[in-house]
């Protein structure tokens, strides 16, 4: 088998692994359709079971013995749920222990310049997995205790309780009130719609999916093709780009030879083309969650519960704030929910979004070229975030400029310049965590004279000059 996986590979020009990671997320589809004909109205524990089996079957068609890797994180998870609760000291535990073994894995599977797969692709994902229902456990234990308190407060709560006091509970969408079981965590973490690449799907939703009986697959087979066609789509960009355009040549003589705006523009493809491969996963994985019915959202008949783009908003984001929130969505959730928010104590906006990215770097491994993506972002969306403040409080003072802007002659050529500038930008922000290795980056930024870095690295002395001139001004 692994000689026939090496000869597709070498004909279709791709790395081995990759294509064994791809046929597995692949391998997603007919698996979740035996779950739906044959095992939807079966037994919870059996349907438990089937897909533990399954992830685990995928987990070690791609990774083999290093299977281990993931099941030791859930046995611990589980232990320490089990044994201490939810309290915060087991979060403390279990977030340390996941992350250290996360960076472990990088660090013994990551150490060259060139990325890798290995069994560390499924562990930084069951990582934010495991952490996230930890959490959830404790948001669950602490409105158990709110719900209590308010009932003996009050002892007609329960049936007159008013939106003010729902707002007292913590996650409501994501809390659960009991520690899982050790089959309920690891069904959870294999499930293979989402254990090798993504997308992050809710314990709560997933263990509301799997007490359901329906058979989704006449309402959510349609919107999975359609992924599954569109990942294919972007599969294929990426591979015949690839060819012509591989990260590599950003190090090479040729490149160095060109102007500024070709370097650039040839920066600004080989990101385009990284997008794509991302996007491809992303997409086929999506599908495997709808078709399966997990990203079934019950209240309002969406489908796309565990979306991680939305891919006409990422292909005509004007704005870095707008390309974020289009693509790797869950694990951006993950960020806001369980890191950003809970970051409130700090005092600042600032602090918490920082902590938070470099949460996120270190997730990603010990490359310095994730650091310095993760860094840009900092930047520019401080910057952006400023900006806009500033430009829409003149908008708002100034009517006359403000029914110029909103000019259909003036509006879209605006719109099509930024569309422009956001793809060199975040192709430029993206050459670290395609090169990974500083070795390799810095010679690329060093021929775009890091215009980045000193475009919104400069903007960090600005505010602080101008904000007191406008706010005398407005006075």
Known sequence: MDYVITSIASQVRCDANALRLIISALLGYPICVIYNIYLSKSPIITKHIYYTLCGLFLCYYNYGINTIHSF??????????????????????????????????????????????????????????????????????????????????????????????????????????????????????????????????????????????????????????????????????????????????????????????????????????????????????????????????????SVYECSNVYVL?????????????????????????YLFKRLKFLGSRIASHFLTLLFLALWHGWATGYYITFGMEFLIMKMEWEVLSLFNSWRNRNKTMDSLLSAFYIRWPLLVFFRIYTIYMFGYCLVPFILLSYTKWIPVLTQLYFCGHIIYGTWLLIPPLIVPYIKAKQQ
């Open 313 to 337: 908003k990422f292909e005509t984001a004007t704005t870095f704030g707008g390309l974020i929130r289009s693509f790797n969505l869950t694990t951006n959730e993950f960020a806001a929910r």
């Open 72 to 301: 030791v994180s859930c046995i611990f998870v589980w232990t320490v749920l089990t044994l201490i609760g939810p309290k915060r000291k087991a979060i403390a535990l279990n977030l340390t222990f996941c992350m250290s073994y996360l960076l472990y894995g990088y660090y013994v599977t990551q150490t060259g310049s060139e990325y890798m797969f290995t069994w560390t692709i499924p562990q930084c994902v069951l990582t934010l997995r495991l952490i996230a229902m930890t959490f959830d456990v404790y948001d669950g234990h602490r409105n158990t205790k709110i719900l209590a308190k308010l009932a003996t407060d009050s002892p007609t709560y329960a049936k007159n309780s008013t939106k003010s006091d729902k707002l007292e509970l913590f996650s409501e969408d994501t809390a659960v009130d009991n520690c899982p079981t050790l089959l309920q965590l690891l069904s959870h973490s294999y499930f293979p719609g989402s254990f090798l690449i993504g997308p992050q799907v809710k314990y709560k939703n997933y263990l509301k999916y799997i007490e359901s009986n329906d058979n989704f697959l006449p309402k959510c087979w349609l919107p999975a093709m359609s992924r599954l066609m569109l990942g294919l789509i972007y599969l294929l960009i990426y591979q015949i780009g690839s060819i012509h355009w591989p990260y590599q040549y950003m190090n090479s003589p040729e490149f160095d030879s060109y102007g500024f705006f070709m370097r650039a523009s040839v920066v600004a493809i080989i990101a385009k083309l990284t997008l794509c491969k991302y996007l491809s996963g992303w997409l086929i994985a999506e599908g495997v969650c709808i078709i399966s019915g997990a990203s079934y959202n019950e209240k309002t008949g």
